[in-house]
């Protein structure tokens, strides 16, 4: 209760959360079994962060643990750390700033919407009585909103789930963050371009339409597969660039550009997820080559990207 209250004592210190995790595998791989195989992706220039490291390992563990109890008849785990960069503007609810990402992906079962509003509640579980406490993750939000960060959760029934921690970087004496008034403007757009956005999320369909007008591209929405088979299939007009989400209810995004390109075959297309570009890649939900987007992304990554494949 004093974690999720974010009042329990920590002890932070300069972190290099990469070595950090690499120092604990042994511990995390003993706590999978053996139906469970453990891969890690760092970033070999990671930022260092401020954080009680035990209390960060605890945090680990206890998402590795949630994800082997997801995945009773075994499955893969993937932890990944990377830099962060949240700018002004972004959907999200970190705020903008300098952050490294830990990132823990499972294939496990995955958790309803109902069940992902309530995760961080404390004592709330899903599991039987005698498994769990319903305090692992209140405990990883409580220390990791205590140290200065945040922590997002994705998740798809029968796809699995990835917990993404946000740590603030720590800046070295006389190091200051990158002023925005430097920052390269977003590339502009051809007005005579058209792109499709697939996104079952009301919320996040509707954030990325405004920006792309904004940019000054003709946009198409749609919020399922279906429907934009059916806007692809009696629209007239080309459509430049299929932006659609990769896990959906009912067509997945990948099962969407599979049949998309059977009506256009030369149709280009950008891929939005939740999820890690090493969770996705490893996991087989879709083909190497792709181009990603990771979310939640901001005004300025989306509209380099969307120049980047465009013009690819």
Do not use: C
């Not at 459509?239 to 209810?249: N, R, S």
Request: no cysteine; glycine share 8%.
């Amino acid at each position: 209760m004093l974690a999720f209250s974010r009042r329990q004592p920590l002890d932070p210190k300069p972190l290099d959360v990469g070595r950090l995790v690499d120092g604990m595998l042994d511990l995390v791989n003993r706590a999978l079994g053996e139906t469970v195989s453990l891969e890690v992706v760092g970033d070999p220039a990671l930022w260092r962060v401020e954080a009680d490291p035990n209390q960060l390992e605890n945090a680990i563990l206890n998402l590795a643990v949630n994800a082997r109890d997801a995945m009773p008849e075994g499955g893969r785990l993937v932890i990944e750390t990377r830099n962060a960069r949240v700018e002004p503007g972004d959907a999200a609810e970190v705020a903008p700033g300098d952050y490294v990402m830990v990132a823990v992906t499972d294939t496990g079962t995955g958790m309803s919407r109902d069940t992902l509003g309530r995760v961080f509640e404390p004592f709330f579980t899903t599991k039987e009585v005698g498994r769990g406490t319903g305090l692992g993750l209140s405990q990883v939000y409580g220390f990791v909103r205590q140290s200065g960060g945040q922590v997002k959760i994705f998740s798809q029934e029968h796809v699995g789930t990835t917990v993404r921690i946000y740590l603030p970087r720590l800046y070295r004496e006389g190091e200051a963050p990158e002023d925005e008034a430097v920052a390269l403007a977003a590339a502009p757009s051809r007005q005579d371009e058209t792109i499709m956005v697939v996104e079952d999320d009301d919320d996040v369909r509707a954030y990325t339409v405004e920006v792309l007008r904004e940019l000054g591209y003709r946009v198409l929405e749609a919020h399922d597969g279906m429907t934009a088979l059916r806007l692809l299939e009696r629209r007239e007009t080309t459509i430049d660039l299929l932006f659609t989400d990769v896990v959906m209810p009912g067509m997945s995004g990948s099962e969407l550009v599979e049949r998309a390109r059977e009506l256009k075959a030369e149709l280009k297309v950008l891929y939005a997820s939740g999820y890690t570009r090493n969770a996705i890649m490893q996991g087989g939900r879709l083909e190497p080559g792709v181009e990603l987007i990771a979310k939640p992304f901001t005004y300025e990554s989306l509209a380099r990207k969307i120049r980047d494949v465009l013009e690819a």
